[in-house]
């Protein structure tokens, strides 16, 4: 079982970016997928999750207009678009499979297993 992210880097505030994560892990359509992100001495943060078909999304408070998720089911891959990109958005971005079931989970409980994540760091 293994989930791995990739797409961070550094960018430019105002930025676009397209974070990934393929995953290996049994009936992957039949699992919530979500992303969360740590920046620097703060805790871990949820930023969306995704439900089995990808028709239903959640975002975390005040993320929300600026963060897309989505998946591929066909390529076991999620995906988190993030656009005008803050400096506050400088984290390491998690993905993690979550229950298998309908809906979508928003508390890192729900969640294993985790990727190791990737770090996006946003400069002005």
């Known amino acids: 079982v293994q989930l791995q992210a990739s797409g961070g880097g550094l960018v430019q505030a105002g930025d676009s970016l397209v974070l990934s994560c393929a995953a290996s892990i049994p009936a992957f359509s039949n699992h919530v997928m979500g992303w969360f992100r740590q920046a620097p001495g703060k805790e871990r943060e949820f930023v969306a999750g995704i439900s089995r078909g990808g028709g239903s999304q959640s975002y975390g408070d005040s993320l929300k207009g600026r963060f897309s998720a989505s998946r591929d089911n066909a390529k076991n891959t999620i995906y988190l678009q993030i656009s005008n990109l803050k400096r506050e958005d400088t984290a390491v971005y998690y993905c993690?499979?979550?229950?298998?079931?309908?809906?979508?989970?928003?508390?890192?409980?729900?969640?294993?297993?985790w990727g190791q994540g990737t770090l996006v760091t946003v400069s002005s």
């Open positions: 993690a499979a979550g229950p298998a079931r309908f809906g979508v989970a928003r508390t890192a409980a729900e969640y294993t297993p």
